[in-house]
């Protein structure tokens, strides 16, 4: 199969090209990508949403490591929740070596403070700012929850999201993972009522932990939303270990 080539950015926003959402963005996760005609549409946005120490973090760094290291795609971890320290040590131990990346401005951390409403614009321009400084076309931001505390109403929410993330990231050709923190509910459920960000997100993928017979637990993923995607239906099992996740012998439908 040919593969297709990224169009790459330019640090001046002005001149970079409209993302064509044909040309797909690995997730960087071993066995995905075959699940979603080769990976996320460039420039989309994407939700991650799930409890607690379901992967939402893993799953997203993957994601920009993969790009820095095997595409030269330069991306963003904006952290609302971790420290520095906290992060790159965790994701060390899963193999992911982000300094080296981070000396060759392939990888930026961006730790955010406390959020409050009055701050929010400086930290969008902070993000804005380092986007287009370093190029950056992926992104992830941990996370929409804790960022949504600082809005007031929930149209505060939708305008601000929209117009951001959709038009000035989006159009930049960044594609944007926001990690989102479920509502406690029904262990494995997909929440009933989704919010404002599966709403206005490209496409949405849920992180389960479930229990099974005895102490064991199963790790699951489902993407519930991809658009203009032929995307798998239905539960994907993942393993996390020592190299962080992988899809767990998928069964593809009309596939071998
Ligand atoms: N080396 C490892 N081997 C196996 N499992 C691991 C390993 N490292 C981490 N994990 C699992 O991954 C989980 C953490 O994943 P991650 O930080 O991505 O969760 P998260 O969804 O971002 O959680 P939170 O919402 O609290 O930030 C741990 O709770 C643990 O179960
Ligand atoms: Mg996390």
């Known amino acids: 199969m040919a593969e297709k080539v990224l169009v790459r950015p330019t640090s001046d926003p002005m001149v970079r090209s409209t993302p064509d959402p ?10 995905l990508d075959e699940l979603l005609e080769g990976g996320f549409p460039t420039g989309s946005l994407i939700t991650l949403a799930g409890r607690p120490g379901t992967g939402k973090t893993i799953f997203a760094s993957q994601f920009l490591y993969q790009g820095a290291r095997e595409r030269g795609e330069p991306g963003m971890y904006v ?3 971790e420290g520095r320290k906290a992060y790159f040590r965790n994701m060390n131990r899963l193999g992911l070596d982000l300094l080296p990346l981070e000396k060759k401005d ?28 370093a190029g950056i076309v992926r992104l992830v931001i ?3 929850t804790a960022m949504s505390q600082a809005f007031g109403t929930q149209n505060d929410i939708r305008v601000f999201t929209h117009m951001l993330l959709g038009k000035i990231i989006g159009g930049a050709g960044c ?20 919010g404002m960000q ?6 949405v993928v849920h992180f389960h932990l479930v229990p099974v017979a005895g102490d064991a637990r199963v790790r699951y993923v489902e993407i519930t939303k991809m658009r203009g995607t032929n995307h798998q239906m239905g539960p994907i099992p993942i393993d996390i270990g020592s190299r962080g996740i992988t899809v767990r012998m998928p069964h593809i439908p009309g596939r071998k």
């Open 22 to 31: 044909d040309v797909r963005v690995s997730t960087g996760i071993p066995g």
């Open 79 to 81: 952290s609302m929740l």
């Open 106 to 133: 392939l990888f930026r951390f961006l730790e955010m403070p406390t959020l409050s409403a009055e701050g929010l614009p400086a930290i969008w321009e902070e993000i804005v700012r380092n986007i287009d400084e």
């Open 142 to 144: 941990d996370s929409f």
């Open 175 to 194: 594609t944007t993972l926001m990690i989102t923190e479920s509502a406690p509910g029904l262990l494995g459920d997909v929440n009933p009522n989704p």
């Open 198 to 203: 599966e709403f206005i997100a490209d496409g």
